[in-house]
T-cell receptor, first 113, second 114 residues
């Protein structure tokens, strides 16, 4: 069935290093993708999004890359900080739905000082 | 301004009891969503409200689950005859319109069914 999944369930990096979190999606009709950050005990927090007519989008210290050919999404965090430690979820708009997001299971990012 | 708020933050109930979870969306947001997050899992879509349109209930797992949104603002998610498998964090989100605008999430309600 259609799904959004993550290659790596956990990622541990040193403070100051760059982090890359990957996500595979299988619904070729999806045209909107989002990355959320969820800290312990809190709701998901929007990080960055990208539409399918783009292959790269940059924010503050974060970059999202979209490869529609292989249905792959990645989140790059530059100069990772301890405050970046959280679970990161990718989500897609469920085959083009205006509102129904399908979330992956998440990657736990741990930043070591 | 104020974000999405949910209450209670934690709820412990006994199997078979009914529970009500509340969500206050961001003021002015017309779209409201409920998700369920089980331990170590991603978010599972439950239901979606947009203005006065009929809600999309396609994600509700059983007829024990229902939700209302009164006056286009506050929403309550009701789970009747709770079961242990209902234990999860229930998250509410809102967005300004029906389009794929960013969904802003509340802190969630952690439900534990004993």
């Amino acid at each position: 069935g259609e799904s959004v999944g993550l290659h790596l369930p956990t990622l541990s990096v040193q403070e100051g290093d760059n982090s890359i979190i990957n996500c595979a999606y299988s619904n070729s009709a999806s045209d909107y993708f989002i990355w959320y950050k969820q800290e312990s005990g809190k709701g998901p927090q929007f990080i960055i999004d990208i539409r399918s007519n783009m292959d790269k989008r940059q924010g503050q210290r974060v970059t999202v890359l979209l490869n529609k050919t292989v249905k792959h999404l990645s989140l790059q965090i530059a100069a990772t900080q301890p405050g970046d430690s959280a679970v990161y979820f990718c989500a897609e708009n469920s085959g083009g739905s205006n509102y129904k997001l399908t979330f992956g299971k998440g990657t736990l990012l741990t930043v070591n000082p | 301004g104020a974000g999405v708020s949910q209450s209670p933050s934690n709820k412990v109930t006994e199997k078979g009891k009914d529970v009500e979870l509340r969500c206050d969306p961001i003021s002015g947001h017309t779209a409201l969503y409920w998700y369920r997050q089980s331990l170590g899992q991603g978010l599972e879509f439950l239901i979606y409200f947009q203005g006065n349109s009929a809600p999309d209930k396609s994600g509700l797992p059983s007829d024990r689950f229902s939700a209302e949104r009164t006056g286009g603002s506050v929403s309550t998610l009701t789970i009747q005859r709770t079961q242990q498998e209902d234990s999860a964090v229930y998250l509410c989100a809102s967005s300004p319109t029906v389009s794929t605008d960013t969904q802003y999430f509340g802190p969630g309600t952690r439900l534990t069914v004993l």
